[in-house]
């Protein structure tokens, strides 16, 4: 049973930290693509000026950005949740 109150009350703070951790991923990718580019924009897919490559190197590098902030925003807020209740949200 306490398990079961422990993933239910850690949902909405799942849901919060998955939020700040996009936000967190897209301000890096900026700057990440400002100094690897030299563009302060990274392309879109229909960016019709751009080609194959940059499309795609973008994409690739924004997926792997993302993947590593929320992978350690998601483990930091369950470790965060262990401290406070002695539990680990799973």
Sequence with gaps: ???VVSKV???PVGML????AG???GAIFKQVWKL?????????ATDEE???GE????AALQGAIFAVV??????GGAAGMRRLTGRWPA
Aim: glycine letters at 12%.
């Design 1 to 3: 049973m306490a398990k």
């Design 9 to 11: 009350a850690y949902k």
């Design 17 to 20: 930290l998955g939020i700040g």
């Design 23 to 25: 936000i967190l991923a």
């Design 36 to 44: 690897a580019a030299g563009d302060d924009d990274a392309p879109d």
């Design 50 to 52: 751009r080609g194959w």
């Design 55 to 58: 499309i795609l190197a973008a």
């Design 70 to 75: 929320k992978a350690a925003v998601d483990r």
